[in-house]
């Protein structure tokens, strides 16, 4: 099993800086940056549908707290110059316990 990677299509899940800090605790989370991934092609047509809004969301993870939420986005390029350079790696994430324990 590995931690970071995205539970519906299997990507890396790729850093993101936070667009905005409010209340995170994390400087950083991790969310799938798959154009194709089915949660999130499944986001915009679920939000579409029972919203008529065009958006939809990513799976992210925070990985100060090894919890899932979804990340909105406004387009399928939303987000993408918040894409950290940063390698993150399981042993840099270690310290700040990802979770998948249940
Ligand atoms: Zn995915």
Same mark, same amino acid.
């Given at each position: 099993m590995d931690d970071l990677q995205c539970p519906h299509c299997g990507m890396a899940l790729t850093p993101i800086e936070l667009p905005e800090v409010t209340g !995170? $605790?994390?400087?950083f989370h991790l969310a799938?940056?798959?154009?194709?991934c089915p949660y999130y092609r499944e986001s915009w047509r679920w939000l579409e549908q029972r919203f008529g809004v065009k958006a939809g969301y990513r799976y992210r993870l925070d990985?100060?707290?090894?919890k899932a939420s979804p990340l909105p986005v !406004? $387009?399928?390029?939303?987000?993408k110059d918040h894409i950290l350079d940063a390698e993150v790696t399981r042993q840099r994430l270690s310290p700040v316990r990802v979770s998948t324990a249940s």
């Amino acid at each position: 099993m590995d931690d970071l990677q995205c539970p519906h299509c299997g990507m890396a899940l790729t850093p993101i800086e936070l667009p905005e800090v409010t209340g !995170w $605790s994390s400087p950083f989370h991790l969310a799938c940056m798959n154009d194709d991934c089915p949660y999130y092609r499944e986001s915009w047509r679920w939000l579409e549908q029972r919203f008529g809004v065009k958006a939809g969301y990513r799976y992210r993870l925070d990985p100060e707290t090894g919890k899932a939420s979804p990340l909105p986005v !406004w $387009s399928p390029t939303a987000l993408k110059d918040h894409i950290l350079d940063a390698e993150v790696t399981r042993q840099r994430l270690s310290p700040v316990r990802v979770s998948t324990a249940s």
